[in-house]
Nanobody
Framework: VQLVESGGGLVQPGGSLRLSCAVSGSSLVYYSIAWFRQAPGKEREGVSCISRSGASTNYADSVKGRFTIPRDNAKNTVYLQMNSLKPEDTAVYYC???????????????WGKGTLVTVSS
C-alpha cells in the first residue's frame, strides 16, 4: 500500500489549500485516514482524521473550524481542505492509513512521504 500526498505549496495568510492523499495498492474503503504535520523544530502532531466509513471525523483544536477532511472512496483519495491559513500552519503534512474502523492517530500502518505547506506573506 502506498500513500502519496500532493497539493502543498506557498500561500499567503488567510488563503486556502487543498491537500490530497492518494492511496494505491489497496482500496481506501479498508482504512481510516489521518493527517499529521510537523513544523521545524517541533514534534509531529495529529491534525485531522476520518473513520473508515467517513461518518466520524476529528480535528485538532488548532484547526477546528478551518480544516475539513473529505474522502472520496471512488477516487481512493482523502483530502485536507485548509482555509484561513495562518503562519503557524507552516509544516510538512503527512497522511497515514490505519486498518482500524474508527478515527485514530496511533498505530498507523502506512505513511506517505509528506508535502510542504508554507504560509507566509
Amino acid at each position: 500500500v502506498q500513500l502519496v500526498e500532493s497539493g502543498g505549496g506557498l500561500v499567503q495568510p488567510g488563503g486556502s489549500l487543498r491537500l490530497s492523499c492518494a492511496v494505491s495498492g489497496s482500496s481506501l474503503v479498508y482504512y481510516s485516514i489521518a493527517w499529521f504535520r510537523q513544523a521545524p523544530g517541533k514534534e509531529r502532531e495529529g491534525v485531522s482524521c476520518i473513520s473508515r466509513s467517513g461518518a466520524s471525523t476529528n480535528y485538532a483544536d488548532s484547526v477546528k473550524g478551518r480544516f475539513t477532511i473529505p474522502r472520496d472512496n471512488a477516487k481512493n483519495t482523502v483530502y485536507l481542505q485548509m482555509n484561513s491559513l495562518k503562519p503557524e500552519d507552516t509544516a510538512v503534512y503527512y497522511c497515514a492509513a490505519n486498518w482500524a474502523r474508527y478515527c485514530s492517530y496511533s498505530a498507523m500502518n502506512y505513511w506517505g512521504k509528506g508535502t510542504l505547506v508554507t504560509v507566509s506573506s
